[in-house]
């Protein structure tokens, strides 16, 4: 070795310490054929030995250049072989997978990629979990020389959580000059502050360990080392934003100043204190004025196989985050945010970045990304602590101002199934409902023919009609209409127990006609608010109580025909109220 070569292996390893990327067992090689990342594969099998790291590289073969693509694949071959490092070689239509997900070519072969990386490290931890630790490059070298395809990969998920048994980690050759065009392409794009915080360090299992050096400094150690690299001829191809910010943006910017580079990384790095800054006043506004309001049920979790969310190669992000996720298809019982309210004017009060952020992170609870969200998105739910009723966000969000509050959820909350008899029922289908007693489902013949007939009409919000006269004293009867559960029972007046809680009321059950309608409150509702028989409609009353939107929407009313008996949880009709003359009175409980 030389000066330039021990120089640059000393400077990548405190590096690597001071950022924590030494504490595991693998790394995981990303392996173009470039000079970075064989300049990445070469310093990793350098002090593999001295920090106790075992290596294996991973090469795609994306299908774009045909014979040129050829020739990388078969120059890493050559080179693993004269390093003695483990190469796997994957095989993809990119082209293909990016017109079948609607992707550039580009965010495809960076998805797979990813995805691939997180594949091959789970994989050898898992070998590795099994006993095998020392041998596990050795196992994996039996099976270099093939390709691997989309089937060998399908038992692997990427992004889990590695054991502190055997640590593996995806190292990928990012570069200071690759951090200062991420910087310039998400300023150029209209990227937030967290944007031209450019690309960390570690981000999850994701390790760049040559970070710190210039692309000069790379090519200057692959030189010393007497290495040779091939070029990717799409990369020379100014048509392409990134490559043009590297070969014409960048090197006229070190034209005016030479340590161009240095400066924009330094900004960064600055940005990076401030984003963190921000983050502290965002976690302690939200402990005092945001609440998440969630739905249990089970959800539909399909994301992109990959590794890692990331700062490199933004596309569209108010932070110039890229989206790249771990995992794949399945069901998960769970309970799923739906709305979330925040107090409109502390958040007015608050400066605009740190504004920005706490509504950037309502809308990642509520669509899982920040990607498409932009600064005037922001702004216009910012808008909202001013003037204006509602506004339209990405991903089917909206963002309402109701009260003294902003209300950001999914549009399709109003749209949600529901439960019925263990299966879900759209709202608006028509089906017979299943009672219960104490919560256990009732069968037909359990009460002697007196069960009540309960249909729900074929409207576009669910409702349950009653027969008053199969109500009994016998037994509590419970019906269920949206996220509310409530429990009707009879009594003889003589016991009726004067309660002052408004999930419990109690009527003149001779009072009520012979069908009541248990259903959402509608457009045109009034109820009697005085024993003169004064009315009041609902929507008034609704906004005297100060509702959001989500809770009139919500409203369940009990209804003797077009009367309001009770809007259930808020406001018992004056017209049905138990007096001295009253024989047979009816319960009324909210469960839920």
């Not at 006229?252 to 790095?269: F, G, K, P, Y």
Request: charged share 30%; net charge negative.
């Amino acid at each position: 070795m030389n000066k330039t070569v021990d120089g640059f292996l000393m400077k990548t390893k405190k590096y690597m310490t001071d950022n924590g990327m030494d504490c595991c067992d693998c790394v995981v090689v990303g392996l173009s054929g470039g000079a970075d990342s064989v300049c990445l594969v070469y310093t990793m099998k350098c002090l593999s030995i001295e920090m106790g790291l075992d290596v294996c590289a991973v090469h795609l073969n994306h299908g774009i250049r045909g014979a040129e693509a050829d020739r990388d694949e078969q120059f890493v071959r050559d080179l693993c072989d004269e390093l003695g490092v483990e190469l796997r070689v994957y095989y993809r239509d990119i082209p293909l997978i990016a017109r079948e997900r609607g992707l550039t070519e580009e965010e495809a072969g960076r998805i797979e990629r990813y995805r691939i990386f997180g594949e091959v490290a789970e994989e050898i931890r898992r070998y590795a979990s099994q006993g095998h630790v020392g041998d596990a490059p050795d196992k994996l070298r039996k099976v270099s020389t093939r390709r691997y395809t989309e089937a060998d990969c399908e038992e692997y998920s990427a992004g889990q959580q590695m054991p502190d048994e055997y640590r593996v980690r995806i190292a990928v050759a990012h570069n200071s000059n690759d951090n200062a065009e991420t910087v310039i392409h998400n300023m150029l794009r209209g990227s937030a502050l967290r944007g031209v915080t450019g690309i960390r360090p570690v981000r999850g299992s994701i390790i760049r360990p040559i970070l710190w050096a210039s692309r000069t400094e790379i090519e200057e150690l692959v030189a010393a080392a007497g290495l040779s690299y091939v070029t990717d001829s799409t990369n020379l191809d100014t048509e392409y934003t990134r490559n043009r910010i590297r070969n014409v943006i960048l090197p006229q910017m070190t034209e005016i100043n030479a340590r161009a580079v240095q400066h924009i990384n330094s900004l960064s790095e600055d940005m990076t204190e401030v984003c963190e800054l921000i983050d502290s006043l965002a976690d302690e506004f939200e402990t005092e004025y945001v609440t998440v309001m969630h739905v249990t049920g089970e959800t539909d979790n399909t994301e992109e196989n990959g590794a890692e969310k990331d700062a490199t190669e933004s596309i569209g992000s108010a932070d110039g985050s890229e989206e790249i996720h771990g995992g794949g298809k399945c069901r998960v019982s769970q309970t799923d945010m739906v709305s979330i309210q925040i107090t409109a004017q502390p958040l007015r009060e608050l400066s605009g970045p740190v504004a920005r952020e706490v509504c950037l992170r309502a809308m990642e609870k509520l669509c899982g990304r920040r990607k498409d969200i932009t600064r005037r998105h922001l702004d216009s739910v910012l808008g909202l602590t001013e003037s204006g009723k509602s506004v339209d966000l990405p991903y089917g969000m909206r963002a309402e101002r109701s009260y003294e509050y902003i209300i950001i959820e999914k549009s399709d909350v109003r749209n949600r199934t529901r439960v019925l008899g263990g299966k879900p029922v759209a709202c608006g289908e028509t089906k017979t409902d299943t009672m219960a007693v104490d919560g256990k489902p009732l069968a037909d013949d359990s009460v002697s023919g007196s069960i009540p007939e309960i249909k729900l009409s074929d409207m576009e919000r669910e409702s349950i009609i009653i027969e008053t006269a199969s109500l009994s004293t016998e037994v509590p009867l419970e019906y269920s209409v949206g996220d509310k559960r409530i429990r009707l029972r009879l009594a003889q007046a003589e016991d009726v127990q004067v309660t002052t809680d408004r999930r419990t009321e109690v009527v003149d059950f001779d009072l009520l006609g012979p069908e009541l309608c248990i259903r959402h409150a509608r457009p045109g509702d009034t109820i009697v608010i005085d024993s003169s028989g004064g009315t009041k409609k609902l929507s008034k009353l609704f906004t005297d109580m100060k509702l959001t939107r989500r809770e009139r929407e919500q409203a369940v009313v009990v209804a003797d025909g077009d009367r309001i008996v009770w809007v259930v949880g808020y406001r018992l009709s004056e017209g049905y109220k138990v007096t001295f003359a009253s024989k047979r009175v009816m319960y009324m409980e909210a469960l839920s």
